[in-house]
């Protein structure tokens, strides 16, 4: 083998049981290069202002956030875990072995089931606000938040163990050469998959919201019909309401910004394998990372002055745990 051919190779001293370095079009090669590794390190960033707000201040912490908070964390731990995936990416070669790049796999597999899961948990936490208000404060406790979060990442680790189980157990399965790292799965394995991470979350979402959605219509039909006495009355349950409604809206915007993300992702997995389109697809799924604490800075006050007290470090003046940020 002359010396060009060894160039292409991703271990030349290894001859030919090394991997070629594939060549993509200039512009495929320019996205990934530039977009991932930038959306990267913004999802890392915003992610952890939302992390340090809610853990910080006192006001942020609430059952809802706690919920926000675990898709904030699965969704740095699924970026920081896709970034060697990232590199093979744009250099083409796998360098890290194939333990590392089963692992790592299962790592990403579990990080995405969580946040689906997190997506889910939302939803039914605004379910229970709009829908059973009286109730919402005695069924949705921060013990019992707690406890659907350990179990939503628990149910994320057996499940990706399952689905990953012959790649876990032989890490070489699927690489036909070194510097190959591929994510294979059996049939039942993919099929499973497809219904515990796609269909039936997709289907809770969406009746849980559409519950949400004619309640919440119904709500302020009643309250703008009855506002001007409420406002005479100075009447606390108009503000809960008003503000339940709100954050429903807002959670709403979320859950709709990652169902437009998810659901191109895991219907291009049920095609015929296209590289190029499932790129693509792969990238704007993990690009719904970014956007969530995008959303709670537009449309949430108390997260806009939390960030703006980190990012000015006030928060490392004693007491600003108790600042008052609402």
């Not at 675990?70 to 970034?83: E, K, M, N, P, R």
């Not at 959303?295 to 007290?309: D, G, L, Q, S, T």
Request: with cysteine; charged share 15%; net charge positive.
């Amino acid at each position: 083998m002359d010396t060009e051919d060894q160039s292409d190779l991703c271990f030349p001293q290894l001859g030919n049981i090394s991997c070629r370095k594939t060549t993509s079009a200039w512009s495929q090669m320019f996205f990934f290069t530039v977009f991932p590794p930038i959306t990267c390190i913004l999802t890392v960033l915003l992610n952890l202002l939302v992390i340090i707000s809610i853990s910080h201040f006192r006001q942020l912490y609430t059952t809802t956030n706690l919920l926000l908070l675990s898709l904030a964390i699965s969704d740095v731990l699924a970026v920081l875990t896709t970034l060697p995936f990232v590199i093979n990416k744009i250099k083409s070669c796998w360098f890290l072995g194939d333990i590392a790049c089963s692992l790592m796999n299962y790592l990403v597999f579990i990080c995405h089931s969580a946040s689906v899961g997190n997506m889910v948990l939302i939803s039914a936490d605004r379910f229970v606000a709009i829908c059973d208000p009286l109730r919402y404060t005695v069924k949705v406790t921060v013990k019992n938040i707690q406890l659907c979060i350990f179990l939503c990442w628990s149910a994320a680790a057996i499940h990706c163990g399952i689905v990953l189980r012959d790649k876990l157990a032989h890490p070489e399965i699927g690489n036909t050469c070194l510097g190959e790292c591929i994510c294979s799965t059996d049939i039942i394995g993919g099929f499973l998959d497809i219904i515990v991470n796609f269909l039936i979350p997709l289907g809770i979402i969406v009746i849980l919201y559409t519950r949400v959605f004619v309640v919440a219509v119904s709500q302020a039909r009643a309250m703008r019909s009855h506002v001007k006495c409420y406002k005479l009355q100075n009447s606390a349950p108009f503000r809960a309401k008003r503000s339940e409604l709100k954050a429903a809206k807002v959670l709403g915007i979320v859950v709709l910004v990652f169902l437009m993300c998810f659901c191109p992702y895991n219907i291009a997995s049920l095609m015929i394998y296209q590289e190029n389109v499932w790129n693509y697809v792969a990238y704007l799924y993990s690009l719904n990372s970014c956007l969530n604490p995008l959303i709670y800075a537009v449309f949430y006050p108390c997260f806009r002055r939390a960030f703006k007290h980190i990012v000015t470090l006030r928060i490392l003046q004693p007491g600003s745990c108790e600042a008052n940020i609402l």
